[in-house]
Structures are given as structure tokens and as C-alpha cells.
């Protein structure tokens, strides 16, 4: 199986600044990779999704964008962040041509 | 579309009691069924999966059975522990645009106390 890492754990910014979380994929070659966001107490949300290096797509329109300059690198990225993208961001990876995805610790985000 | 509903929260059991958490899902073709679950300040964990009908998946006491006669997906367990307190996400996995796409019921939030 996957182990995904992800950092920093936790990041407090400030409305307006810049924002970059970092995932890393160990134990596979090109894995499709995943944002999810989780809004407090509730579910997941599909972020971004990429089946190979330089291949990102969107699922829902927003202040977000993502990156995948590596194989196993994938990077959550925003110009100026709003009150509304505080929540807790998981990456998750999966092997091509197969269903379950593993999950990274999740970093924790609050915009004030 | 494809659908997960799972049952609402939180559910508050004592230590030993049995464990029943609703998953019903909505699906065009035969979808694979997980149980993810979610500590405290965590990360998701797969817990079990089934792939087909009639399939059992199983771990750490936990168990589930795909019925597709009922699209359901329910979790149990016989005897929750205290460490079992969590939250549980239903999901099903579809194919999309060429990629499997794991949909995501709301979670349910367990709390087991001594």
C-alpha cells in the first residue's frame, strides 16, 4: 500500500495571504493523486484530482489551484486566501486501474 | 447520479454494546463499497471494502455486507470499544472521466464511553 505525507499539519494565515500545502507519495509509481477538503463536521469534497505529472483537473470552481510537478509530489496552492477555505485539506493517492484510495494525515487550515 | 446516505449522528453507545451504522447508496452499474474511518485530528483510514454483491468485508471486528438487493453497505460490530470512538465515511467508487471517483456519504460520528 500508499503512505501519503503531508505538511505542515497545522497553518494559521491571515485573509489575503498566499498558501502552498505540500503531498508526497511513497510506495508507488505514477498514483493518481487527490485534494479533498472537509468543512467542520461534515464530509469530504473532491478538490483536485491528476493521473500523471503536469495533469490536473478541477471538480468544483473555486479560489484553489493545484500542481503536480513531480511524479509523487502534489501541491494545493492559493494567491489569497478567504474565510471560507479554512478546513481540513487531505490528500489521498491511488493506483491506476484501482479503487481504494489511501489517505495522508490531512493538514489543518485556519484563515483569519 | 451517484449517491451515498449514511446514517446521522452522533450515535452514543456504551463499552460492549452492538454497533449499527446505515449506509444506502444510489448507483448506475455494480460500484465497489468502503468503510473509511476517521479519528480524532486524523487522516481517513480504509476499514473494509467489497467489491461485487454478497461480498463480506471485514476488519478489526468490523463487518459489512454488499447487498445490492437493498443498495446497502450497513456497518457492524459486535462489541465496541472505548478506541473505536471516530468517524465513519461510507463511500462508494465510480468511474468518471476515466478515473475511479470515491463518493462520499456525510459520516456518521460514533462515541463509545466505559
Known amino acids: 500500500s500508499q503512505t501519503i505525507h503531508q505538511w505542515p499539519a497545522t497553518l494559521v494565515q491571515p485573509v489575503g495571504s498566499p498558501l502552498s500545502l505540500e503531498c508526497t507519495v511513497e510506495g508507488t509509481s505514477n498514483p493518481n493523486l487527490y485534494w479533498y477538503r472537509q468543512a467542520a463536521g461534515r464530509g469530504l469534497q473532491l478538490l483536485f484530482y491528476s493521473v500523471g505529472i503536469g495533469q490536473i483537473s478541477s471538480e468544483v470552481p473555486q479560489n484553489l489551484s493545484a500542481s503536480r510537478p513531480q511524479d509523487r509530489q502534489f501541491i494545493l496552492s492559493s494567491k489569497k486566501l478567504l474565510l471560507s477555505d479554512s478546513g481540513f485539506y487531505l490528500c489521498a493517492g491511488g493506483t491506476s486501474g484501482r479503487e481504494t484510495q489511501y489517505f495522508g494525515p490531512g493538514t489543518r487550515l485556519l484563515v483569519l | 447520479g451517484n449517491s451515498v446516505t449514511q446514517m446521522e449522528g452522533p450515535v452514543t453507545l456504551s463499552e460492549e454494546a452492538f454497533l449499527t451504522i446505515n449506509c444506502t447508496y444510489t448507483a448506475t452499474g455494480y460500484p465497489s463499497l468502503f468503510w473509511y474511518v476517521q479519528y480524532p485530528g486524523e487522516g481517513l483510514q480504509l476499514l473494509l471494502k467489497?467489491?461485487?454483491?454478497?461480498d463480506k468485508g471485514s476488519n478489526k471486528g468490523f463487518e459489512a455486507t454488499y447487498r445490492k438487493e437493498t443498495t446497502s453497505f450497513h456497518l457492524e460490530k459486535g462489541s465496541v470499544q472505548v478506541s473505536d470512538s471516530a468517524v465513519y465515511f461510507c463511500?462508494?467508487?465510480?468511474?468518471?472521466?476515466?478515473?475511479?471517483?470515491?463518493?462520499f456519504g456525510a459520516g456518521t460520528r460514533l462515541a463509545v464511553h466505559p
Open positions: 463511500a462508494l467508487s465510480a468511474l468518471s472521466g476515466g478515473y475511479n471517483k470515491l463518493i
Open positions: 467489497a467489491t461485487k454483491a454478497d
